[in-house]
Structure formats: structure tokens, C-alpha cells
Nanobody, 115 residues
Framework: QVQLVESGGGFVQAGGSLRLSCAAS????????MGWYRQAPGKQRELVAI???????NYADSVKGRFTISRVNAENTVYLQMNSLKPEDTAVYYC?????????WGKGTLVTVSS
């Protein structure tokens, strides 16, 4: 089993920044892909950004140029630096980890961006 704990969410005005963290623990050996997803009220969960173990990244078009995902394998932690936040970025942000054929999710952290 892998446990994921997110932190760093909060309330911010449009144009501001937040940095989310996701710490993995448990059976962390062989964790490959990690990433961030988000779910706004009344909407489906969507991809924000993902990063492989060797650092390859992929972003949703809506966050390209504003968000940066990074990973410190030695700390088993993945980060999401969010700049130039917009009200439409308001959502619960979830961390995801893939280990072999297993998928794990954190409980989420709320990000609220006011206009």
C-alpha cells in the first residue's frame, strides 16, 4: 500500500501563487508516475500535471506556462507550483501515484482562488 498526503492548499486572490506538496509513504519502492488532478464543484476530475520517475512531464493545456510539477525521488515527494492563479483553478487538488499496476490517490487539498 502507498499513502499519499497532500498539503499547501488554501485561499488566494487571482494572480497569486500556491505550492502544493504530496508526500508518499508505505510501499514506495517502484512508484513510477506521480501527478496532480483536480475536481471543481459539479465537474469531473481532470488531469493537471504528471511526472514520471525520470522527470518527464505533461500538463493540461489550461495550466501550461503557469503551473510547474516537480519531484524529489529521495524525499518521495511531488510538488505543484501554481502561479498566476485564476478563479477557474478553484478545485480540490488530488495527488496520484502509480506503482506497478496499482493506482493510489490522496484525500485532496482545497484551492480557492477569488476574483
Amino acid at each position: 500500500q502507498v499513502q499519499l498526503v497532500e498539503s499547501g492548499g488554501g485561499f488566494v486572490q487571482a494572480g497569486g501563487s500556491l505550492r502544493l506538496s504530496c508526500a508518499a509513504s508505505g510501499d514506495i519502492f517502484s512508484i513510477n508516475g506521480m501527478g496532480w488532478y483536480r475536481q471543481a464543484p459539479g465537474k469531473q476530475r481532470e488531469l493537471v500535471a504528471i511526472i514520471s520517475r525520470n522527470g518527464n512531464t505533461n500538463y493540461a493545456d489550461s495550466v501550461k506556462g503557469r503551473f510547474t510539477i516537480s519531484r524529489v525521488n529521495a524525499e518521495n515527494t511531488v510538488y505543484l507550483q501554481m502561479n498566476s492563479l485564476k478563479p477557474e483553478d478553484t478545485a480540490v487538488y488530488y495527488c496520484k501515484a502509480v506503482r506497478l499496476r496499482e493506482v493510489y490517490w490522496g484525500k485532496g487539498t482545497l484551492v480557492t482562488v477569488s476574483s
